[in-house]
């Protein structure tokens, strides 16, 4: 079977979503099928390049608008490239729309996975979201064949999935457990007497605000006035990163948060490795998912996150880590405080945690998608 596979962004560039299309197109092509990625081009200059058995084209990105890249040749090689099934990935209106059109002129079967809302950045923001959801996403939603959300929970409590009615089908995440082990460290794990250390991963852009790193540090402060050695990680970069700097800083953090940018994705279990738990602290329904809970648990490791959007679907409270009311400072502080002095409860989760991932492999998760790719091709 001939996938074309579209994203906004894929690796190097972090996310989930580009997290998801390399690991599902790197699964399906495992299989033995032949998956073109469809993407802007950053990092790297346009043009086309395989990853693995990947066929990736990085087409020229010109602008934004609401944050959605676009790229003025996607339609053309939509039109044009050889394909039995067209896959989408959301939230990229742009992307969304081009597919829609492309599948309906040439009657080539689509899905889309709907990985999260549009988040609603700013009040002007809202206003676009509102044209959006009610005005053109109508006229071209039904284009799909199906619409994937990742987890059940999620496709309840989405502003638009519910709407949807049959046309969506639940798919959850995967995670790469060979790659997120507990002994895949290369450098030495945290020994006894270490700082208690968190690792919050994520984009640190104004379309990731949802994820609450503002929220994070205010905890950790509120914690530090407790119990000193505590420590926080933060992988990611973006146009915010000054910004989360500069809180860090005011709330006199300087010497208990270390930023750490992008680090190579070959790098990034080790962070896992050195870390106690991690920490999704996301304000909104715009958390679809959270794939970075998977990557923790994999690692052996337990997750703090809040109790919003996808993310229960993933966290049970108590078994693989702890669930906290979104945007409650106090109680996120309360969690990390209350798991840092439990060594036991770190090693139960994590153990249990493990569990969690094994059953959310991506080899388990092309499988589904092929089988849905299989459904809407008869």
Known sequence: MKIALVNSFF???RGGA??????LAGALSAMGHGVTVLCTNPPFPPGISQVGGIIVRR???IGRIYGTPIMPSLLRDLFNLDADVFHANFPSPYIAF????????RRIPAVLTWHNDLPPVTSFANVLISAHDNVFLPRYIRAYRRVIATSEIYAKESHILPGLGRLVTVIPNGVDCERFHPSSATIPS???????TLLFVGALTKWHRYKGLDVLLRAMKVALRQRKGIRLLVVGDGELAGEYRSLASELGLGAQVAFLGNV????????????DAAVLPSKDRSEGFGLTILEANASGKPVIASNVGGIPSVVTDGYNGLLVPPK?????AKAILWLSEDPDAITRMGLNGRKVAENHSWTKTAAHTEQLYREIAD
Do not use: C, I, M
């Open 11 to 13: 690796p190097p560039w």
């Open 18 to 23: 580009e997290t998801y299309a390399y690991n």
């Open 59 to 61: 087409r020229r990105l």
């Open 98 to 105: 081009a597919v829609a059109l492309a599948s309906r002129v």
């Open 190 to 196: 945290r020994q006894s007497g270490d700082a208690f």
């Open 264 to 275: 190579p994705d070959d790098e990034l279990p080790h962070y896992y490795a050195v870390s």
């Open 328 to 332: 409650d400072t106090s109680k996120l």
